[in-house]
């Protein structure tokens, strides 16, 4: 079982940064790939990024691409999302999610995840 608690989220101008984080309980955090997701109000919740159990293989969905940084400190058990560049229609809540297999290589899909925080606020204002 993992636990996973995200925090970092906020108020913020858009063109401003935030820093995402998540917090995982569980022995076995190195070896699982971890994603971030957001979900706006009436929409879907969609992919943003996602990291493999090593942290050597990152993917980001078009959107996000060069304004986002995915990362993690298996000593820590963290995994964060650094958000630069922040736009309006970045507003949503941000979810991490854990992929209860071992040696994942990380995906964009929703499926794949088995655990999921409880998820954090962002918003951006213009």
């Known amino acids: 079982q993992v636990r996973l608690v995200e925090s970092g989220g906020g108020l913020v101008q858009a063109g401003g940064s935030l820093r995402l984080s998540c917090a995982a309980s569980g022995r076995t955090f190195s070896l699982h790939a971890m994603g971030w997701f957001r979900q706006a109000p009436g929409m879907e919740r969609e992919f943003v990024a996602t990291i493999n159990w090593s942290g050597g293989r990152t993917d980001y969905a078009d959107s996000v691409k060069g304004r986002f940084t995915i990362s993690r400190d298996n000593a820590r058990t963290t995994v964060y999302l650094q958000m630069n560049s922040l736009r309006t229609e970045d507003t949503a809540v941000y979810y991490c999610?854990?992929?209860?297999?071992?040696?994942?290589?990380?995906?964009?899909?929703?499926?794949?995840?088995?655990?999921w925080g409880q998820g954090t606020q962002v918003t951006v204002s213009s």
């Open positions: 999610a854990a992929d209860a297999a071992f040696y994942g290589l990380g995906s964009p899909t929703t499926t794949t995840y088995d655990y």
